[in-house]
Structure formats: C-alpha cells, structure tokens
C-alpha cells in the first residue's frame, strides 16, 4: 500500500515502528494525552492539529509534508544525511573501542602470563 493512500495515524504508526516506539512512549515524548496515540489507532481516526504540532516538535526528523500527506520522505534529508553521518561514527567508534580492548588484553597477558627473567 502506496503511503498516499494511508492515513495520517497510519503512517504515524510506520513512523513509530521505524523508531521502535509503542503508543507510550511516543504519548510520553510528545506530551500526549495518555491513550490518544491508542484511540485514534483503534478508530483509525485523524488527528487534531495540536497533535500532529507536538510531535513534529518532539520528532523534527519527521518530514511533515510525509506525515500528512504521504507525499516524500517520512525523513526529512538532514535528518537521513545525520542518521547516515552517526552510523557512520559509530562504526568508527567500534572499531576502535575493539583495538583499545584488544591492546588492553595484551597488556594483561603480557604482564600476567609472560615469565619474568632475571
């Protein structure tokens, strides 16, 4: 299914699933009145503008034009270019916390396993 063709909850609930939040937490960060993300799911209803406000607010990577429409990105391109720019980071950052733990592996065996010499 085309998202033109899905409703505004509908394609906030792909937005949910692609951040991994459940009606909760996207209620909680958004400052959402407890069980209206669940209500308007179950109704498949609209939501009101004060709604959709808050959690443009609360998810600036969220492409408005997407959300309400369908039409684009459900990113906006400076939020993908970071999201690709930060994996990219934290690639980096494995990479060398895993020589830093090796290096300190052998120090450690170096230091406890290898026969001192007098």
Request: glycine fraction near 6%.
């Amino acid at each position: 299914m085309k998202n033109i063709n899905k409703t505004t909850i509908e394609r906030l609930v792909e937005f949910m699933e692609y951040k991994n939040l459940n009606d909760n937490k996207i209620t909680s960060i958004a400052g959402l009145s407890v069980g209206l993300i669940g209500r308007a799911r179950k109704n498949n209803s609209g939501l009101h503008s004060d709604t959709i406000e808050k959690i443009l607010t609360s998810f600036p990577e969220l492409n408005p034009t997407w959300l309400l429409t369908g039409k684009g990105n459900m990113l906006n391109k400076e939020s993908e270019k970071n999201v690709i720019n930060n994996n990219q980071e934290n690639e980096e950052n494995l990479i060398d916390d895993i020589f830093d733990t090796q290096r300190d592996i052998l120090a450690f065996l170096k230091k406890n396993y290898t026969k001192k010499i007098f």
